[in-house]
C-alpha cells in the first residue's frame, strides 16, 4: 500500500523569527498517542516530511471496526510527563520501524511501540474528533504540532492521512497564523491576498473585531462587511478585496481584478443532503451530534462534517455509515463557553458535497471557569454562608450598579435577600464588558440562570433555603433539579425547599374551599413538567410565565430570552429543572386553576438529560413537548403513566402537519392506550387563545383526580435516575435522626409539654407572677406588714424552685441538648429539622382545632365554655424550638436556685455556651418569654456573657427594635431589611421578643464603632388575644418600655389608616420614651407608615405630619404630668425625632392578591432606603454602642424597673451608676483640690495677719482693715480661678466620646452649681476666718502695745546706762555693772507696776451675742433668757423636756407610732451630740489661743452659734427647746472661754513679761558695754534664735499641715473616693465586726459615729509602717528648705535684729514667729552676722534632726491618738466634710444622702432600711416595723408626718411631700438583704433598745445569711468588683 506524505507549513503569524523555535509533534493512531519535540532554524516557513508503510501500519495497527465492541467509552489519553527537547535534523523515514523525524526516532503505536514515557505528552485544548462511524480499512494517523517556549499555550492542528486529506486550520497566535496543505485538496489563495488581508486581522488590535469566512467551500462566501455582497473583486490600490458595490462607489477608477476563490470541491444538485442535525449532548469541552441518512437514499455515504468558531474551522470526512446509529461523531477539545456553527453534508463518490444541513450550539462553561469569573471560585462547595450573606458591608449601602461581573451575584443576593423583584435584572453597568472567561464580544455579561446556578453551587444548604424562600417570595421558579455541568450529575434540591411555606385555599363542586398551609415539601400536588427537544419556535418558558399568569397579576417566574440578560446565552445551567407554583386563592373570579399545580421546566434540549427527562416523566402528572422538529424521537418518553402533549408551532417554515401527527400516531401504536400523545398545535391564534387552551389541557390534568407528587416521593426517583438528593450525607441524616427522635414522642402538643417540658409552663409563670407581685405588692395585706408578704411571696417562689428541681431531665430535654452539643454543622441541620417536624405536628392539630372551633361557632355558638376551651388549646398548641430553649433556659435558672456546691449547678454550665453560639450562627434567641411575660435572666445573663467570652470581649453592639399594632408587617419589614427569618404570618406570630444579631463586615466597624447589629422583634401591640385579659395595658406597656429602652434606634410602625390604634401605640411609646429620659437615654425614632402607595405621600401629608406632631406633643404633655415630668413639654424633649427626616412612607407588601403575589418592588425599594436610613443614624455621634455585658446590665436594670407596673417610677440603672460614681470620683477629685488650695491659702494669710507689726516699722494696727480688704479681693481673685478649674474639668469630662459620658448628662448642672456653691461656701468661710483672724490681732492690740512701750523704755534705759558707763572713765568690773543693771531694771519695773491688761467679761459679750441671736424667736424666750445664770447652767446635765416637741408633729411621723419616751430619747441623743460638738469646737479654739499666744475674741461665740443652728435645722425642736439648748451650750463655752483669757492676761502680765526677759537685757547690756560679741555669745544667741524662735514657729507650721497632709493620704484610699465608696466600707466593715452598739450609733448618731470611724480609719492608717512620722518629716524638710533658702538670701547686715527681721519677713507667709522670742534681741549689737549665720545653720540642722527623732517614736497608737486630737484642725473633720454629703437624711429611714457635690436639688441613697432602726413600731401589736421605705413607695400603703399634717398621703406620691428626695422602688428583691439580715440578727437588742417587742422575723429574712448581705451591699452601692 503506498505511502501518504504529508508536508506541513507554518507561518510565525505575519512576522519573521529571529531565533530557533521548537515545536512537539504528537501522533495519535487509533486512540494511542506519541509526542517529540523538534528545533528548526530560525526561517518564514518548514517543510517536515515523513512516511509510514502502509503494511506496517496495517499489521501492527488495530483497526477501530475490529475494536469497536470491547471498547465501551473513549477516553482520553492519560497526562504523561514532559518530552525530552532535543535538538534535530530531517531524515529520511525507514520503513517498518516507523516515522524517522531529524535527530530522533519515533516508533509509530503498534505492537511496537517502544516510545521512551519521558518523551509522551498529552496535548491540552485542541479539538479531537471521535467517530462512531465505522471507519474504513485504511490506517489513520492524526498529527499534533504544538509549539512550545512561546508566550501563550501551544496552539495545535490536526492532520489525518489515509484515503482523504483536508486541510485544518488553527487560531491565530505568536507562532501560528494559519496551516495549509499541499495535497490534491486545496484552495489557492493569491499569495499577496493572504499576506495583505489575512494576516493583518491576526495582528492588527482593529482588524481583530473583523469576522472571517472560510471560503474553501462554495456555500460559504466571503462577504463585504459594508454591503452583505461576496467579495468578487481585489482592488491592488487599496490591496483588499471588495465587492461589486464597492467598485462603483468607494473603488471607482482603482484598477481592481476579478478574484473569486473557488474550491476544487464542487457541490451539485443531485447530492441529498443529510437529515435534520440534531444535538445529542453539550458540555464545557465537546459536543455530540447525529443525523439521518438522506431521505430516499439507499447504501452508504459519508459526510463532511465542519465547524466554525469565529475565524476558525475544522472539518473532518467520515466514513461510509449507512444506519441511523451510524450518523453520529463527537467533538471533543472544545473551548467552554463559546458558540459554534456545526454544518453536515453528504459526500459523493466523485468528492462533491450536498447542501449542508447547519446548527449552533453552545459550549457549556465549565463550572470554576464562570465562578472565577464571578470572584466566587474560592466559595465553591458551600463555602459562602448566610451570616456572610446578612453581614452589613459596604455592598449594603451600595447604590451603583455592578461595575464588573464580581459584583453581580452580591448584587443579586442583596436584592434577593430583600425580596426584591428586580434581583434577576441585575447587569453590568458596563454594556461592552467582557469577562476573562469569554472570547466573544457577544457575551457581556452572565444569563441570570447561570448566576443563580453558580449561586447555589457556592451556597450552604442553610442559605440555599434561605435563597428560596425569597425567591418564593418573589415568585421566581426555584431550582428542583439543580446541574453541574462538570460531572453532569444533578442533584435534588429537596432540603432547598424543606423550609418553603404555602398557603392557599382550594374550590371544589362539593365545598367552599379549605384554607390550607404547610410546607410545600410535604404538601400533595400534580406536577406538569414542560420540556423541549430539539428546536421549537415557541418560548417554552415565556408561555410558562403566561400560563400561570393573568391580566390582572401578571409573574414571570421562568426566565426567558425577552427579559434582561435572558438572551444571553446559557453556559452552567443547561440542563435545569425550575419549578414554580400555582396556588388558588379560592376566588374563581382570579384563580386559573381551583387546584394546586407545580410547574415544571427543564432548561435545554432534553435529548442532552436524559436523567431529568427519566426523573419528570416518573414524577409528573403530564409532560408538555415543545417542538418543531419532525422527527421527534419519543423514545425516553415510553411506558410511562404521565400523559404526553406535544406543543408545536404550524406558523414554522419548516412544519409538516401530516408528519407530525403520523409520527404521533406510530408512537400512540406502539405504547399503552393511558400514555398517548395529544397534539397542541400552535396555529393562527394569537398568544392569549392559545395559552387559554393550554390552560385547558392543564385544567383537565388538575381537577380529574391526576397523579399527585409529595416531594418525599421524589429522593427514591431520583436515585433510581442517578440524581444525587442534597440532604444525602451524614451531618443532615444524623440531624433529622436525632429531630425525628424527639418529634416521635410527640403524640399531642399540650401532653407532651406538660411531661416532656414542665419547667417553663405553669409553674414558670406562676414565678413570673410572683415576681412581679414582689415588686408591686398589689395584694399587700397593710395589717402584717409590706415587708412580711414579700418574704411570704419570696417563700412561693422558693417553693416552687424547689419543685422545678423535683423533676428529673426529661427525655426529650435530653436528646435536645446532646443535639446542640454536636458539632458546627449537625447542630444546624438538628435545630432546622427539628422546627420542621414540630411545625407539622402543630399545623396538623392546629387545622384540627381550627376546624372545630369553626364548627362550634356555626353550629353552636352559646356554648362558650367549648369555646374558651378550644381557644385556649389553640393558644397552648404551639410547639417549636424556642420552646425547648425556655426549658434550657429554666433548667439553668433552677440549677442556680441551688447551693454553689451543687453537682447540679456545676453540670449545666456549659448550656449558656450552646445558646451564644447559636446566637452567633445567625438563631433567633428568644429574649422575653412570650408565654409567661417574663426574662429569665440567670439564663439570658449567662448566655450574652458567654457571648462577650467567644468573640474574645468584641461584642460590641448597637440595638435596633420595632414597635406597632399586631399583624402590620414588623416581622416582615425586619426580614426584607435584613434578609433574617423572623416568624410572620397573620395573628400573634411573634411572641414575647426575639433577639438577633448580625454581624458587621471589617471595613464597617470602625465607622458603625460596633461589632455586631442586634435586630430585636417584639410581639404585636393591641393583641386581640390579650384584649380581653385585664393586664393587656400593662403587658403593652412592659414590652414597649423595654424595648425602647435597650434600642438605640426605634422603629415605630404605623398603619395610616388605622389612626385610632396608631395613636394607642403612640401613647405606649412617648411613656416609654420619657421614661428613658431618666434612664440616660434619649433614643432615636423612626415613623414607618405602611401601605402607602402613593409616591408623593411626603409631600401630601406635610399637614398631616404637623397634626402629629401636635399630637405627640399633647401625649407628651399628659404622660409627663402623670409621670411627674412637667418640664418636658414636647415630643422632641425626650427623644431624637425630625418630623420631615424621620418619617418614611412604605407602599403594600404585595403586587397583587396572595398566594399567587410577589413582593412589591416599590416596598421591597422603600425598605432599603429605610435600612440606608438607619445605618446613617447607627454612624452618628448620638448613637454609642455597648459590648455584650453592659447591654446585659442596663436589660437587667431596665427589666428590674418594667416589673414595678405603674411605670411612674425612676430607673435605678446600673450603667448609670457605673458613670455617675466615675463621674463622682472625678468631681471628688476637683473638689477636695479645691479645698486643698484654699486651705493652703488661708493658713498663709492667717499667718500674715499673725506676723503683722512683727517686723515692719511704724505700722498701725488700723492698718488691719485694708489689709483684710486686699486679701478678700485676693481670695475673691483665688477662689475665681479655682471654681474655673473645675468647671473647665466637667467641660472637658463631658466632652469625651464615651458611653458614660452620655449616661450622666444630665447631671452636668448639678455638678457645675455644686462648684458654684463650693465657691460661694468656701468665700463664706475665708471671710469668716480672716475676720476672725484680724479681730483677734486687733485684740493684741493693747498687749502688743505695752510690749513695744517697754521695750523702747528698756532699749533706751539701756543706751543711756551704757553711755554713763564709758563716759565716767572708770574701770567697772562685771558686778558693778550687774549692780547698775539691777537698779535699772528696778525702776522700769516701777513705773510699770500700774500697767494692767484689759480685763474682759466673757459671760457679758457671750450673754449679749446670745441675746442678739434669740431676739427673733419672740419676747417669751426673752424673758426665759433673763431668767438664766449663764454661770452656772452648764454646771447640771442638759435633758430634753417632752413639751418642747409636738405630739401632732413628731409622735404621728408615719402611719405607725412611735413611743414618747423613745421619740424623747431620740430627741436627747441628737442635743447631746449637738453640746459634744460644741465641746470639741470650744476646745479647739482654746488650743489655738494656746498655741498662738492669742486672746479670747467672740467670734468664738459667733461660730459657736451659727454651727448650733446649722443643726437645729435637721432637728425638730421647738423655740423654747432650742433656746435651752444655747444657753447651755453658750454658758460652757463662756466657762471655758473666761478660764483661757485669764491664764492669756496672767501670761501676758507686763511685770511677769519683764522678769523673763531681764536676763536676756543683761546679756545683751554686759555685751553692749565690751563693745564686742564673742564667739561663744554668738554660738549662744544663734542656738537661742533657733529654739526660742524657729522651732515653734516650725512645730506650728507641721501642725497645721499636718491634717491636710493626713487627709490626702487617707484620699488615696478608694473608701474616700466619693461618699458611695465610703458609705460601702463603712456599711462592710459593720457587717464584719457585727456590733449591735456600733449599728446603733450608726443608725442614730450618724455624724459622730462617721467622724469617729474616720478618726480610726486614720489611727490604723498611720500606725502602720511609720506613716505619720512619715508625712511629719516630709512637712519638717519642706519648711527646713524654706529656711535655708531664707537665711541664704538674707542680707549680711552688723545688728542681729536687722538680719532676723529680714528673715522673718521672707517667711511670713509661712512661720509664725513668737513675739516673745524676738523681744530677746532687743540691742543693736554689732556683730559678725556671717557668723551668726553659720552657727544658725547649724541648729536649724540639729533642730531638724531633734524634731525628727520626737517624730519618729510616735507610732503607738496613744501617742498618733493624742497628736491627731492636738492638731488645730482635724484630719477626719476634713474627711467627713468631703465624703459626708449634704447633710440631709431619708425621711423615711434615715439614710443620709450620697448624691455628688454641694448643689444638687435631689437627694437620694443608694440603700434603704427597715423603720425599726428609725424606732417605729406597730401601736397595735407593740412590734417593730420591718416595712422599708423602698419597697413602701412601690406600695398601696400610706404614711402621715408633720409634713403632712397629720394626714394620710399614699406612699406612691411621697414626692408631693418630699419633692427634694429620690428614693427609687427597690428594683430587686435582694437589694436591702444587708439591713434584712441585720434586722434578723439584731432583733432582740433593737427591741429592747426602744422598749417594744421583737418583731416577728419574716421566714425569707431568716434564710439570709452574711454572704448574701454582703452580696446585696456589692449589688446596692455597685460594687461588683470588691
Not at 510527563?81 to 517498518?96: H, I, L, N, S, Y
Not at 514515557?117 to 479539538?127: D, F, I, K, L, S
Not at 499667718?1247 to 503683722?1252: A, D, G
Request: a neutral charge; hydrophobic letters at 35%.
Amino acid at each position: 500500500m503506498a505511502r501518504s506524505v504529508i508536508t506541513l507549513v507554518t507561518s510565525p503569524a505575519g512576522r519573521l523569527f529571529t531565533c530557533s523555535r521548537k515545536f512537539q509533534v504528537h501522533l495519535d493512531i487509533y486512540g494511542r498517542s506519541q509526542s517529540m519535540t523538534m528545533q528548526f532554524p530560525p526561517r518564514a516557513e518548514w517543510d517536515v516530511s515523513y512516511a509510514a508503510a502502509a503494511a506496517a501500519a496495517a499489521g501492527e495497527s488495530q483497526h477501530p471496526e475490529k475494536k469497536k465492541k470491547k471498547k465501551k467509552k473513549k477516553k482520553r489519553a492519560p497526562p504523561l510527563e514532559d518530552p525530552m527537547e532535543q535538538d534535530t535534523a530531517a531524515a529520511e523515514p525507514q520503513a517498518g520501524k516507523g516515522i524517522q523525524l531529524p535527530g530522533k526516532e519515533v516508533q509509530l503505536p503498534g505492537k511496537g511501540f517502544e516510545g521512551p514515557e519521558e518523551e509522551v505528552q498529552r496535548h491540552t485544548g485542541a479539538p479531537d474528533i471521535k467517530a462512531a462511524a465505522a471507519a474504513e480499512p485504511q490506517p489513520a494517523i492524526w498529527v499534533q504540532i504544538t509549539g512550545k517556549g512561546v508566550e501563550q499555550p501551544g496552539e495545535e492542528a490536526h492532520l489525518h492521512t489515509g484515503a482523504t486529506d483536508m486541510m485544518e486550520r488553527r487560531p491565530p497566535s505568536p507562532v501560528f497564523s494559519m496551516f495549509s496543505m499541499k495535497s490534491d485538496v486545496s484552495m489557492d489563495l493569491p499569495l499577496h491576498f493572504r499576506r495583505t488581508c489575512i494576516t493583518p486581522h491576526y495582528t492588527d488590535p482593529q482588524l481583530e473585531k473583523h469576522q472571517l469566512q472560510d471560503i474553501q467551500h462554495q456555500d460559504v462566501q466571503l462577504l463585504c462587511t459594508e454591503h452583505q455582497r461576496q467579495l468578487e473583486f481585489f482592488c491592488s490600490n487599496d490591496q483588499t478585496a471588495i465587492c461589486s458595490r464597492c467598485l462603483l462607489h468607494q473603488h471607482k477608477g482603482h484598477d481592481a481584478i476579478e478574484q473569486v476563490a473557488k474550491s476544487s470541491i464542487s457541490t451539485k444538485g443531485d447530492v441529498l443532503p443529510p437529515g435534520q442535525l440534531q444535538f445529542t449532548k453539550v458540555s464545557p469541552d465537546s459536543v455530540a451530534l447525529r443525523w439521518s441518512p438522506p431521505e430516499g437514499a439507499t447504501g452508504p455515504h459519508r459526510y463532511t462534517v465542519t465547524w466554525r468558531q469565529g475565524a476558525e474551522q475544522w472539518t473532518f470526512t467520515s466514513p461510509s455509515c449507512q444506519a441511523v446509529s451510524d450518523c453520529q461523531v463527537e467533538v471533543t477539545g472544545l473551548r467552554p463557553g463559546l458558540k459554534y456553527h456545526f454544518s453536515v453534508a453528504t459526500l459523493s463518490q466523485d468528492g462533491c458535497q450536498s447542501t449542508p444541513m447547519d446548527g449552533f450550539i453552545h459550549t457549556g462553561l465549565a463550572l470554576s471557569d464562570l465562578l472565577s469569573a464571578l470572584g466566587l471560585r474560592d466559595l465553591q462547595g458551600g463555602k459562602l454562608t448566610l451570616s456572610s450573606v446578612l453581614e452589613i458591608n459596604s455592598n449594603t449601602l451600595s447604590d451603583t450598579p455592578p461595575q464588573g461581573l464580581q459584583q453581580l451575584p452580591w448584587t443579586f443576593l442583596r436584592k434577593l435577600m430583600m425580596s426584591n423583584l428586580n434581583a434577576r435584572n441585575v447587569q453590568c453597568d458596563q454594556p461592552m464588558y467582557r469577562s476573562s472567561f469569554t472570547h466573544d464580544t457577544e457575551y457581556s455579561d452572565v444569563n441570570p440562570l447561570d448566576l443563580i446556578t453558580a449561586l447555589f453551587h457556592c451556597a450552604d444548604p442553610f442559605l440555599q433555603q434561605e435563597m428560596v424562600v425569597k425567591m418564593s417570595l418573589c415568585q421566581f421558579a426555584v431550582p428542583l433539579l439543580l446541574p453541574n455541568c462538570d460531572t453532569q450529575q444533578s442533584t435534588l434540591m429537596l432540603w432547598a425547599m424543606r423550609d418553603l411555606v404555602k398557603n392557599y385555599r382550594g374550590l371544589s363542586s362539593s365545598s367552599d374551599g379549605t384554607f390550607v398551609e404547610g410546607r410545600i415539601v410535604e404538601m400533595e400536588i400534580p406536577m406538569v413538567s414542560f420540556v423541549r427537544v430539539g428546536e421549537s419556535s415557541l418560548s417554552k418558558s415565556q408561555t410558562l410565565n403566561s400560563l400561570m399568569s393573568n391580566l390582572s397579576q401578571p409573574n414571570k417566574p421562568f426566565t426567558h430570552h425577552n427579559m434582561p440578560c435572558g438572551n444571553v446565552p446559557r453556559k452552567i445551567s443547561e440542563g435545569l429543572v425550575e419549578v414554580s407554583w400555582y396556588l388558588p386563592c379560592g376566588n374563581k373570579n382570579i384563580d386559573i386553576f381551583t387546584q394546586p399545580v407545580a410547574m415544571a421546566n427543564l432548561r435545554g434540549d432534553s435529548r442532552s438529560f436524559e436523567a431529568q427527562v427519566s426523573f419528570l416523566c416518573q414524577t409528573s402528572a403530564a409532560v408538555f413537548i415543545f417542538s418543531d422538529d419532525l422527527e421527534v424521537d419519543f423514545s425516553p418518553f415510553t411506558n410511562l403513566q404521565a400523559e404526553l402533549f406535544l406543543v408545536s408551532n404550524s406558523q414554522n417554515k419548516n412544519y409538516n402537519v401530516e408528519k407530525l401527527k403520523e409520527e404521533c400516531r406510530k408512537y400512540n401504536r406502539n405504547n399503552h392506550k393511558n400514555n398517548r400523545i395529544t397534539e397542541i398545535i400552535k396555529k393562527n391564534q394569537n398568544k392569549h387563545e392559545f395559552v387559554n387552551m393550554l390552560r385547558f389541557y392543564v385544567k383537565g390534568i388538575v381537577e380529574n383526580k391526576c397523579v399527585k407528587t409529595n416531594m418525599f416521593n421524589l429522593e427514591d426517583v431520583a436515585r433510581d435516575c442517578d440524581i444525587f438528593v442534597d440532604h444525602d450525607f451524614s451531618g443532615c441524616r444524623n440531624g433529622k435522626r436525632r429531630a425525628e427522635e424527639i418529634s416521635g414522642m410527640v403524640k399531642n402538643v399540650v401532653s407532651f409539654k406538660e411531661k416532656h417540658l414542665p419547667l417553663h409552663g405553669t409553674i414558670w409563670k406562676e414565678i413570673s407572677q410572683l415576681e412581679k407581685e414582689t415588686c408591686r405588692m398589689r395584694n399587700a395585706n397593710k395589717e402584717t406588714g409590706i415587708e412580711v408578704y414579700r418574704s411570704s411571696l419570696n417563700t412561693k417562689e422558693l417553693e416552687l424552685r424547689e419543685k422545678q428541681q423535683r423533676y428529673d431531665l426529661s427525655h426529650a430535654m435530653a436528646k435536645f441538648i446532646a443535639g446542640i452539643s454536636v458539632q458546627n454543622t449537625e447542630r444546624l441541620y438538628f435545630l432546622k429539622w427539628l422546627k420542621i417536624k414540630l411545625d407539622t405536628l402543630t399545623k396538623h392539630d392546629l387545622s384540627s382545632l381550627r376546624q372545630q372551633y369553626k364548627d362550634s361557632c356555626s353550629k353552636n355558638p352559646q356554648d362558650k365554655e367549648k369555646m374558651k376551651n378550644l381557644d385556649e388549646q389553640i393558644s397552648n398548641c404551639s410547639l417549636g424550638p424556642e420552646h425547648f430553649f425556655r426549658e434550657l433556659g429554666q433548667i439553668y435558672e433552677c440549677a442556680c436556685s441551688r447551693p454553689e456546691d451543687d453537682p447540679a449547678r456545676h453540670q449545666v454550665q456549659h448550656l449558656p455556651s450552646l445558646c451564644a453560639q447559636m446566637l452567633l450562627d445567625g438563631f433567633p434567641v428568644e429574649l422575653v418569654d412570650g408565654d409567661a411575660s417574663n426574662i429569665p435572666m440567670k439564663w439570658i445573663s449567662a448566655v450574652l456573657t458567654q457571648l462577650h467570652r467567644l468573640v474574645n470581649n468584641k461584642s460590641r453592639i448597637l440595638v435596633l427594635t420595632i414597635l406597632g399594632v399586631q399583624s402590620t408587617g414588623k416581622s416582615t419589614l425586619l426580614n426584607t431589611m435584613f434578609g433574617v427569618q423572623f416568624a410572620v404570618s397573620s395573628g400573634r406570630c411573634t411572641r414575647g421578643a426575639f433577639m438577633l444579631l448580625i454581624k458587621v463586615s471589617e471595613e464597617l466597624k470602625s465607622e458603625l464603632k460596633c461589632d455586631f447589629i442586634m435586630v430585636i422583634d417584639t410581639e404585636g401591640l393591641k393583641s386581640p388575644e390579650l384584649a380581653a385579659l385585664d393586664t393587656s395595658y400593662e403587658h403593652d406597656n412592659e414590652l414597649a418600655t423595654l424595648v425602647i429602652g435597650l434600642s438605640d434606634i426605634t422603629i415605630i410602625n404605623v398603619a395610616m389608616e388605622n389612626t385610632t390604634e396608631m395613636k394607642d401605640v403612640l401613647q405606649i411609646a412617648v411613656h416609654a420614651f420619657l421614661r428613658m429620659s431618666d434612664f440616660g437615654k434619649k433614643p432615636k425614632c423612626l415613623f414607618v407608615h405602611q401601605n402607602v402607595s402613593d409616591m408623593s405621600a411626603h409631600d401630601k401629608t406635610m399637614r398631616d405630619r404637623n397634626k402629629l406632631v401636635e399630637q405627640l406633643n399633647e401625649m407628651t404633655q399628659a404622660a409627663a404630668k402623670m409621670e411627674r415630668r412637667e418640664a418636658n413639654t414636647k415630643f422632641t424633649d425626650v427623644m431624637k425625632y425630625d418630623p420631615d427626616k424621620d418619617s418614611y412612607y412604605i407602599p403594600g407588601l404585595w403586587h397583587g392578591t396572595p398566594p399567587m403575589a410577589p413582593v412589591n418592588t416599590g416596598y421591597s425599594e422603600a425598605v432599603y432606603e429605610l435600612k440606608k436610613c438607619l445605618i446613617h443614624h447607627l454612624k452618628s455621634d448620638y448613637v454609642k454602642s455597648s459590648n455584650a455585658t453592659q447591654f446585659l446590665r442596663r436589660t437587667q436594670d431596665l427589666w428590674s424597673s418594667v416589673k414595678f407596673e405603674n411605670f411612674i417610677f425612676n430607673f435605678r440603672n446600673s450603667l448609670e451608676a457605673d458613670a455617675y460614681l466615675d463621674l463622682c470620683t472625678h468631681y471628688n477629685n476637683w473638689e477636695w483640690t479645691f479645698k486643698s488650695e484654699m486651705n493652703s491659702w488661708l493658713i498663709a494669710k492667717t499667718r500674715k495677719i499673725s506676723n503683722f507689726g512683727l517686723t515692719e516699722k511704724n505700722v498701725h494696727i488700723s492698718e488691719l482693715n485694708t489689709v483684710l480688704s486686699n486679701m478678700m479681693e485676693e481670695a475673691q481673685t483665688k477662689l475665681h480661678e479655682e471654681e474655673k478649674k473645675i468647671q473647665d474639668s466637667i467641660q472637658h469630662y463631658f466632652k469625651q466620646k464615651n458611653n458614660k459620658v452620655d449616661l450622666v448628662e444630665k447631671y452636668r448642672q448639678d455638678f457645675q452649681n455644686s462648684a458654684s456653691s463650693l465657691r460661694q461656701q468656701t468665700d463664706y468661710s475665708l471671710r469668716q476666718r480672716l475676720e476672725q483672724a484680724i479681730e483677734i490681732k486687733m485684740g493684741m492690740e493693747q498687749v502688743s502695745a505695752i510690749k513695744d512701750k517697754q521695750t523702747e523704755t528698756i532699749e533706751r534705759k539701756v543706751l543711756d546706762m551704757l553711755k554713763q558707763c564709758r563716759e565716767g572713765g572708770a574701770d567697772l568690773s562685771e558686778d558693778a555693772l550687774n549692780r547698775e543693771f539691777d537698779n535699772m531694771w528696778k525702776e522700769i519695773l516701777s513705773k510699770v507696776s500700774n500697767v494692767k491688761l484689759q480685763q474682759t467679761d466673757v459671760y457679758q459679750n457671750a450673754s449679749y451675742i446670745l441675746k442678739e441671736n434669740l431676739s427673733v424667736k419672740g419676747g417669751h424666750i426673752i424673758k426665759m433668757f433673763d431668767e438664766v445664770d449663764l454661770k452656772t447652767i452648764a454646771q447640771k446635765q442638759f435633758s430634753v423636756k417632752k413639751d418642747w416637741f409636738s405630739t401632732w408633729k413628731d409622735l404621728l411621723t408615719h402611719r405607725w407610732t412611735k413611743d414618747t419616751g423613745i421619740l424623747l430619747t431620740e430627741k436627747q441623743e441628737l442635743c447631746n451630740h449637738i453640746i459634744e460638738e460644741c465641746h470639741t469646737l470650744v476646745n479647739d479654739h482654746i488650743c489655738s489661743m494656746k498655741l498662738n499666744n492669742t486672746d479670747y475674741s467672740d467670734t468664738y461665740i459667733h461660730d459657736l452659734l451659727n454651727h448650733i443652728d446649722g443643726k437645729l435645722k435637721h432637728i425638730s425642736i421647738s423655740d423654747e427647746g432650742q433656746a435651752n439648748l444655747k444657753f447651755y451650750i453658750i454658758g460652757y463655752a463662756a466657762n471655758e472661754f473666761q478660764k483661757a483669757h485669764n491664764e492669756f492676761r496672767s501670761h501676758n502680765d507686763p511685770q511677769e513679761t519683764l522678769k523673763r526677759c531681764k536676763n536676756t537685757f543683761l546679756d545683751n547690756f554686759l555685751a553692749s558695754f565690751n563693745e564686742k560679741v564673742s564667739v561663744n555669745q554668738c554660738l549662744k544667741k544663734a542656738q537661742q534664735f533657733a529654739e526660742t524662735c524657729v522651732r515653734p514657729a516650725v512645730e506650728i507650721y507641721v501642725s497645721q499641715h499636718l491634717s491636710q497632709a493626713i487627709a490626702n493620704e487617707m484620699k488615696t484610699e478608694v473608701n474616700y473616693n466619693t461618699r458611695i465608696n465610703f458609705q460601702f466600707a463603712v456599711l462592710k466593715q459593720l457587717l464584719e465586726e457585727h456590733s449591735f452598739e456600733k449599728y446603733k450609733k450608726y443608725t442614730r448618731s450618724y455624724e459622730p459615729f462617721v467622724k469617729d470611724w474616720i478618726k480610726q480609719q486614720i489611727i490604723k492608717r498611720l500606725s502602720t509602717g511609720g506613716q505619720l512620722a512619715r508625712l511629719e518629716k516630709q512637712l519638717l524638710s519642706d519648711i527646713v528648705k524654706k529656711i535655708n533658702h531664707a537665711i541664704t538670701n538674707s542680707t549680711r547686715r552688723k545688728i542681729i535684729k536687722g538680719f532676723i527681721q529680714q528673715f522673718c519677713s521672707a517667711l511670713q507667709d509661712q512661720l509664725v514667729i513668737p513675739s516673745d522670742a524676738l523681744d530677746n534681741f532687743p540691742i543693736l549689737l554689732s556683730v559678725d552676722t556671717d557668723q551668726f549665720i553659720f552657727y544658725l545653720k547649724d541648729f536649724i540642722k540639729d533642730m531638724e534632726e531633734s524634731l525628727a527623732g520626737e517624730y519618729g517614736w510616735r507610732t503607738v497608737t496613744y501617742h498618733i491618738t493624742e497628736r491627731i486630737e492636738q492638731l488645730p484642725s482635724k484630719p477626719h473633720d476634713l474627711l467627713f466634710s468631703s465624703v459626708c454629703g449634704c447633710g440631709q437624711q431619708c425621711p423615711f429611714c434615715d439614710m443620709p444622702c450620697e448624691t455628688g457635690g454641694q448643689g444638687h436639688k435631689i437627694h437620694a441613697a443608694s440603700m434603704h432600711r427597715p423603720e425599726a432602726f428609725a424606732g417605729c413600731y406597730w401601736p397595735s401589736t407593740k412590734k417593730l416595723q420591718t416595712d422599708i421605705c423602698t419597697t413602701a413607695v412601690i406600695s398601696d400603703g400610706t404614711f402621715r408626718s408633720s409634713a403632712t399634717r397629720g394626714e394620710w398621703h399614699p406612699y406612691k406620691k411621697y414626692r408631693e411631700i418630699y419633692p427634694d428626695w429620690d428614693i427609687a422602688g427597690n428594683t430587686s428583691v435582694e437589694s436591702s438583704d444587708y439591713w434584712k439580715y441585720v434586722m434578723m440578727k439584731f432583733n432582740e437588742e433593737l427591741a429592747e433598745y426602744y422598749k417594744v417587742k421583737p418583731v416577728h422575723i419574716p421566714y425569707g429574712w431568716s434564710r439570709l445569711t452574711k454572704q448574701d448581705a454582703l452580696t446585696s451591699l456589692k449589688r446596692s452601692f455597685n460594687m461588683g468588683h470588691w
